[in-house]
T-cell receptor, first 112, second 115 residues
Framework: LAKTTQPISMDSYEGQEVNITCSHNNIATNDYITWYQQFPSQGPRFIIQGYKTKVTNEVASLFIPADRKSSTLSLPRVSLSDTAVYYCLLRPSGAGSYQLTFGKGTKLSVIP | GAGVSQSPSNKVTEKGKDVELRCDPISGHTALYWYRQRLGQGLEFLIYFQGNSAPDKSGLPSDRFSAERTGESVSTLTIQRTQQEDSAVYLC?????????????FGPGTRLLVL
């Protein structure tokens, strides 16, 4: 599975927009970009998934440039409860995509 | 049920003992997955069940690890002769049909500490 690279940690103040960028230079044509969130002592929770351009849901937005070698998860107006680890991963559309492979993720700390 | 549940929440055992970890997937979900997460690390895939069959056991780290699923529901992950390097959080996830792009719903995990 292709590798992703993201910052180890980020700090943000409450109410700010947070953008977490993930690099995936070797992304394959059939790979989807998926983000998960994990709170301490809990299992990961799906946030958003996209293939190209922009995807938005009630939680976040995902921006993917035309070359798809990176992606940016955008969290609007974060609150203390958004403090968590955020994982970027690639999921091929074919066989084996159920094997979710997480890296170390980005630990987001929201400060009052 | 409302979500994936796992038991026990925490397990402390002595090196060399066997442990059993249980996963109850969301009711009606036919696909079930086990993962391992070491402290400060990402997820490692262990095994995938479709119904009661395990078409992919490629992630099991050694023959000390085994898993079964019965009634297309509950799954048990067994670790025999535990070693200290087995200490980790063991996570279970389920999906409705096991489709390639289905969102996996995770349980809270079982924290295993081998002394």
């Amino acid at each position: 599975l292709a590798k992703t690279t993201q910052p180890i940690s980020m700090d943000s103040y409450e109410g700010q927009e947070v953008n977490i960028t993930c690099s995936h230079n070797n992304i394959a044509t059939n790979d989807y970009i998926t983000w998960y969130q994990q709170f301490p002592s809990q299992g990961p929770r799906f946030i958003i998934q996209g293939y190209k351009t922009k995807v938005t849901n009630e939680v976040a937005s995902l921006f993917i440039p035309a070359d798809r070698k990176s992606s940016t998860l955008s969290l609007p107006r974060v609150s203390l409860s958004d403090t968590a680890v955020y994982y970027c991963l690639l999921r091929p559309s074919g066989a084996g995509s159920y094997q979710l492979t997480f890296g170390k993720g980005t630990k987001l700390s929201v400060i009052p | 049920g409302a979500g994936v549940s796992q038991s026990p929440s925490n397990k402390v055992t002595e090196k060399g003992k066997d442990v059993e970890l249980r996963c109850d997937p969301i009711s009606g979900h036919t696909a079930l997955y086990w993962y391992r997460q070491r402290l400060g690390q990402g997820l490692e895939f262990l095994i995938y069940f479709q119904g009661n069959s395990a078409p992919d056991k490629s992630g099991l780290p050694s023959d000390r690890f085994s898993a079964e699923r019965t009634g297309e529901s509950v799954s048990t992950l067994t670790i025999q002769r535990t070693q200290q390097e087995d200490s980790a959080v063991y996570l279970c996830a389920s999906t409705p049909q096991g489709g390639y792009q289905e969102t996996q719903y995770f349980g809270p995990g079982t924290r295993l500490l081998v002394l």
